[in-house]
């Protein structure tokens, strides 16, 4: 089972290049949506991703629109925290596009309330915590996929 990561405006390379070697090491493709918070060839992308990148399926898009047109008739979920639905309820599919957002403010407003539908969330259990790290997010979602899809 293909599944896409999609990553809206990353910011912190460590984060992006952890996500890399996750998408490589689960069979995943990485779809990164500029503007980025970094360069590609930033040092800590490239130490996060180890030597994996030269083997990993990305795709990169100039903005969101791009990224939406490119993609249109795809099956997509949203990630975020104003998701009403949790994340074990995705019905994970082949070439399904798990799409997130950037770490300072998770996906655009207008991505959130134009798919409504599709908008799913970590569940987290602590008042305290505002989110989770983008790549653990990434981590919790791919292997509930992979789970579900194993069974």
Same mark, same amino acid.
């Given at each position: 089972?293909a599944i896409n990561i999609v990553l809206i405006e =990353?910011?912190?390379?460590?984060? #992006?290049g952890n996500i890399g070697r996750l998408a490589l090491?689960?069979?995943?493709?990485? !779809?990164?949506?500029? =503007? +980025?918070?970094?360069?590609?060839? @930033?040092?800590? /992308?490239?130490?996060?991703?180890? @030597?994996?990148?030269?083997?990993? &399926?990305?795709?990169?898009?100039?903005?969101?629109?791009?990224?939406?047109?490119? *993609?249109?008739?795809?099956?997509?979920? +949203? /990630?975020?925290? !104003?998701? #009403?639905? *949790? !994340?074990? @309820?995705? #019905?994970?599919? @082949?070439?399904?596009?798990?799409?997130?957002?950037?770490?300072?403010?998770?996906?655009?407003?207008?991505? #959130?309330?134009? !798919?409504? &539908?599709?908008?799913?969330?970590? =569940? /987290?259990f602590s008042e305290h915590v505002r989110s989770l *790290? /983008?790549?653990?997010?990434?981590?919790?979602?791919?292997?509930?996929?992979?789970?579900?899809?194993?069974?």
């Amino acid at each position: 089972m293909a599944i896409n990561i999609v990553l809206i405006e =990353p910011e912190i390379p460590n984060n #992006t290049g952890n996500i890399g070697r996750l998408a490589l090491a689960s069979g995943s493709n990485l !779809h990164l949506v500029k =503007p +980025f918070g970094f360069e590609i060839s @930033d040092s800590r /992308l490239k130490r996060a991703g180890l @030597d994996y990148w030269k083997h990993l &399926n990305v795709y990169y898009y100039e903005n969101v629109e791009e990224f939406l047109q490119i *993609n249109k008739n795809a099956n997509m979920v +949203f /990630l975020s925290s !104003h998701g #009403t639905k *949790n !994340h074990w @309820d995705i #019905t994970f599919e @082949d070439n399904l596009f798990l799409v997130f957002g950037k770490e300072s403010v998770g996906l655009p407003k207008s991505i #959130t309330e134009s !798919h409504s &539908n599709q908008l799913f969330k970590i =569940p /987290l259990f602590s008042e305290h915590v505002r989110s989770l *790290n /983008l790549a653990n997010a990434v981590s919790i979602v791919v292997y509930e996929g992979i789970k579900q899809n194993s069974r």
